[in-house]
């Protein structure tokens, strides 16, 4: 099993780069093949990423957050809690989303 540190305070936790980007995301989250999670990015927690939706640069999707549809989210940007980013939002630069 490998495993990943998220720097979310729970230490390393079972984990697998994905297939389009090969950013790490969670066992515990959910990213579709269809979606594009880059190499640095990082989806965790119970976290979803869904369609065609974007997650690159150093940006994070955690908590119980959605992304989807056409949806960016990069640079240094987080969302997280139970936000939802979707359509052809883009959310970047050091930008926080929280629900």
Do not use: L
């Not at 992304?67 to 926080?96: H, I, K, L, S």
């Amino acid at each position: 099993m490998i495993k990943f540190d998220f720097q979310d305070g729970n230490g390393p936790v079972p984990a697998h780069k994905h297939s389009n980007g090969g950013g790490w995301v969670a066992d515990t989250a959910t990213v579709d093949n269809t979606a594009y999670v880059g190499d640095n990015a990082r989806v965790f927690g119970y976290a979803e990423v869904s369609g065609n939706a974007r997650v690159f640069d150093d940006a994070r999707v955690f908590d119980d957050a959605r992304v989807f549809g056409e949806a960016c989210v990069f640079d240094n940007a987080c969302v997280f809690g139970n936000a939802q980013v979707f359509g052809y939002a883009r959310v970047f630069g050091y930008a926080r989303v929280d629900k």
